[in-house]
């Protein structure tokens, strides 16, 4: 089983987090295992199997239980991290040299995206898909 974690904090200003993979749905369409997306309430539903609100110690279990998760530069690639478990994190904006974790597979398009400040807030940074690796690049790690 593959979990999923797709979506970053929602901003403050409405607009789209620039960490949001914008790929999803093509990277879901050809994976072919269960997988479980996690997520909050008010988040798209990419799969059948979308488990919302989630405390720590079921997030923990699931991260315990899955064969390998993806997500995005978000809390969950920490929580993971601190469960030992290494996955694979989408990158665009962020840079995974200061926000990463190296037992994880970091995905980054290409060093000219990230954001010049690392330090302000993400309002301030549009969403630019050509920021982030197709999905046939992730499928090469799963």
């Known amino acids: 089983m593959i979990l999923i974690h797709p ?11 620039p ?17 479980i997306q996690i997520g909050v309430e008010g988040e798209e539903q990419l ?11 079921e997030l923990r279990h699931l991260l315990n239980e899955c064969r390998i998760w993806i997500g995005v530069d978000s809390f969950f690639q920490h929580l993971a991290w601190d469960c030992k478990k ?13 926000y990463g974790h190296t037992e994880n597979i ?7 995206y990230l954001a010049k400040n690392q330090f302000l ?16 690049i992730v499928k090469n790690y799963l």
């Open 19 to 35: 960490k949001n993979y914008p790929y999803w749905k093509e990277l879901i369409a050809v994976i072919d295992e269960p997988i």
């Open 86 to 98: 290494p996955g694979i994190v989408l990158w665009s904006v962020s840079d995974p040299i200061i």
């Open 7 to 17: 979506f970053a904090k929602p901003l403050r200003n409405g607009k789209t987090n």
């Open 47 to 57: 799969v059948p199997d979308f488990r919302k609100n989630l405390t720590m110690l």
């Open 121 to 136: 807030w993400w309002e301030a940074t549009e969403h630019n898909p050509s920021s982030f690796v197709k999905p046939e």
């Open 106 to 112: 970091n995905l980054l398009e290409n060093r000219v």
